[in-house]
């Protein structure tokens, strides 16, 4: 399994990324996916996750309103629209994927098996 992530970069407050990350497995319905992200000095966070058919969001406080997760299935793909970013979301965001019948969890770092080398966003101020 890999997980590739792209589209972060520097963006001033109050403007938008979008990241990709597109996952090298053979049947990509078979999973769930999740963003986390760490900032400089901080623990890896969670920030949302989406169930297998895309019906199911969950997303952390701090960006509920702000950031929108998705998938497309037919490009196995997973999204990450951040909308009126903040300084405080600069940060590395990693994507990550678990198997989607596995029992437990979904926001912590144990809940996922694999995670992609991770790309940086920089909100200036």
């Known amino acids: 399994v890999q997980l590739q992530a792209s589209g972060g970069g520097l963006v001033q407050a109050g403007g938008s990324l979008r990241l990709s990350c597109t996952a090298s497995?053979?049947?990509?319905?078979?999973?769930?996916m999740a963003w986390f992200r760490q900032a400089p000095g901080k623990e890896r966070e969670f920030v949302a996750t989406i169930s297998r058919t895309g019906g199911n969001t969950r997303y952390t406080h701090s960006v509920e309103g702000r950031f929108t997760i998705s998938r497309d299935n037919a490009k196995n793909t997973m999204y990450l629209q951040m909308n009126s970013l903040k300084p405080e979301d600069t940060a590395v965001y990693y994507c990550?994927?678990?198997?989607?019948?596995?029992?437990?969890?979904?926001?912590?770092?144990?809940?996922?098996?694999?995670w992609g080398q991770g790309t940086q966003v920089t909100v200036s101020s």
């Open positions: 990550a994927i678990r198997n989607a019948f596995r029992n437990g969890g979904y926001i912590s770092q144990d809940d996922y098996d694999y």
């Open positions: 497995v053979p049947t990509f319905t078979n999973y769930r």
